[in-house]
């Protein structure tokens, strides 16, 4: 089993970038396909990016697509969501998760979740 924790969220200005961090105890990530979800005030959570264990496949939701990356760091067994040019719809408290399966852009086909991380941005 592996616990996840993620770190990084705050207030920052429209335009802006901010680095999210996620990091493992417990198991190495390598082993795990990761994803980032999002989930903001009265809505669903959603699918924000996800690597393949090997970060051979890596995927994004459409509104993302240039503006975000996801990365993995084996050594500190941690995962990364970088986000430049945010935007006030991007105001969401950010999950990071893993995967026993291949790369999702599914809730459901993730086994292990952490306790989010707020993300506010301010126009």
């Known amino acids: 089993q592996v616990q996840l924790v993620e770190t990084g969220g705050r207030l920052v200005q429209a335009g802006g970038s901010l680095r999210l961090s996620c990091a493992a105890s417990?198991?190495?990530?390598?082993?795990?396909?990761m994803g980032w979800f999002r989930q903001a005030p009265g809505k669903e959570r959603e699918f924000v990016a996800a690597?393949?264990?090997?970060?051979?496949?890596?995927v994004y939701t459409d509104s993302v697509e240039g503006r975000f990356t996801i990365s993995r760091d084996n050594p500190k067994n941690t995962v990364y969501l970088q986000m430049n040019n945010l935007k006030p719809e991007d105001t969401a408290v950010y999950y990071c998760a893993a995967s026993v399966r291949e790369i999702s852009r599914q809730r459901r086909d993730y086994d292990y979740w952490g306790q989010g991380t707020q993300v506010t941005l301010s126009s």
């Open positions: 690597t393949s264990r090997s970060d051979v496949d890596i």
């Open positions: 417990g198991r190495t990530l390598s082993t795990y396909a």
